[in-house]
């Protein structure tokens, strides 16, 4: 790994669903994809080959075209699947960006005819393109599903300042990816980003952007509202493990090589589609 040796000599701080996180210094450290996939909360016991170099190279791709938007912790990229990034203060908040109401927003959305203080126009479908997109910050579980909350709780974890910055840049963000995934075929139905202060209290993007582990992709010719369209992120692991009757609550089982196959096909077709729609309108 050039100067820095091998991604296995540096400890690891932290270990997620999916991801690592290794110390490097006190200024860096090392953010690396494993081909891991969690659904339900649980992690698979079976990896999907090659993963997490399709998750880092959507991050960079994002990283890349963003930063007029908002500076990035990407400082290089090492191998296929690690990146070499900016240590950051993490905002305690998760912010999310919705364009269509789906999700856990289609759920609130039933409940109180509102997706985290919005209110909304009556008699929305599942999947409707929303009337604009909208914030909708959500709260960072260590365990369990992370936790929709209004922009007035977001504001008293964070301060008001803070917050009205996050969701300039999320928006700003979100139009960005949205525009470039209709010119690959695909709507960006919601996704969210992770963003913290750098050395120099500047707000930065950090953690991944716009990949189907953090967004739901759609292919634009298969939408319809009133129903949840196909996928390019695990929702079809989803489906499997639903129609298979798993309950959720024992140890997952051992994906089929079609499954693996599956998912793996849709993560790269997602990348493919992204890649060459950008070569085609100039990176």
């Given at each position: ?44 016991p ?12 959507m ?20 191998g ?38 919005h ?52 928006l ?30 500047r707000?930065?993007?950090g ?15 298969r ?42 096909s849709?993560?790269?077709?997602a ?13």
């Amino acid at each position: 790994m050039s100067a820095l040796g091998a991604v296995t000599d540096y400890p690891v701080i932290l270990e997620g669903k999916v991801r690592q996180v290794r110390e490097v210094d006190s200024d860096r450290l090392l953010l690396v994809a494993t081909d891991r996939i969690s659904a339900y909360d649980w992690i698979m016991p079976t990896p999907i080959p090659g993963k997490g170099g399709i998750l880092t190279a959507m991050s960079a791709f994002w990283f890349g075209i963003t930063t007029d938007i908002v500076p990035n912790h990407l400082i290089a990229l090492v191998g296929d699947s690690a990146m070499l990034v900016k240590r950051l203060r993490m905002l305690p908040i998760e912010c999310v960006a919705r364009g269509y109401l789906v999700g856990s927003g289609w759920k609130d959305y039933q409940e109180t005819g509102a997706v985290c203080g919005h209110s909304l126009p009556p008699g929305l479908r599942q999947a409707d393109r929303l009337p604009r997109p909208i914030f909708t910050p959500a709260t960072k579980a260590t365990e369990g599903h992370d936790m929709n909350i209004s922009r007035d709780a977001a504001a008293e974890i964070v301060g008001a300042d803070v917050l009205a910055e996050a969701e300039r840049i999320t928006l700003a963000l979100y139009a960005r990816a949205a525009e470039r995934c209709a010119a690959a075929g695909m709507i960006l139905a919601d996704t969210k980003f992770e963003l913290g202060f750098d050395a120099d209290g500047r707000l930065t993007l950090g953690d991944e952007a716009v990949t189907p582990d953090s967004s739901r992709l759609w292919p634009a010719d298969r939408w319809a509202p009133g129903q949840s369209p196909p996928s390019f992120d695990k929702q079809y692991l989803r489906d499997w493990l639903d129609a298979i009757g798993w309950d959720h609550a024992s140890p997952p089982p051992e994906l089929p090589d079609d499954v693996v196959e599956g998912t793996r096909s849709r993560y790269i077709e997602a990348l493919e589609r992204l890649t060459s729609s950008a070569m085609e309108v100039g990176g």
